[in-house]
């Protein structure tokens, strides 16, 4: 009996863990869809980043 009361236990804290997880109140498309925008905010980010390191690298290069 104290095994069933220690798995309910469990059972219970994922449920409420579950509840409090981002974009599990959207649907698959919803989610989808976000995952999607933050792939291509990730993409441009590192992009940008690159192009300026290879922009401030590139004098340095010039020199040698």
């Known amino acids: 009996m104290l095994e069933l009361n220690k798995l309910k236990t469990k059972i219970q804290e994922a449920r409420k ?15 989808q869809q976000l995952q999607l925008q933050n792939v291509r905010s990730t ?22």
């Open 43 to 64: 993409s441009t980010l590192k992009t940008s980043c690159f192009r300026n390191t290879r922009a401030s690298a590139c004098p340095i290069y010039l020199k040698h």
């Open 17 to 31: 863990q579950i509840s409090t997880m981002p974009g599990i109140s959207m649907s698959p498309e919803q989610q």
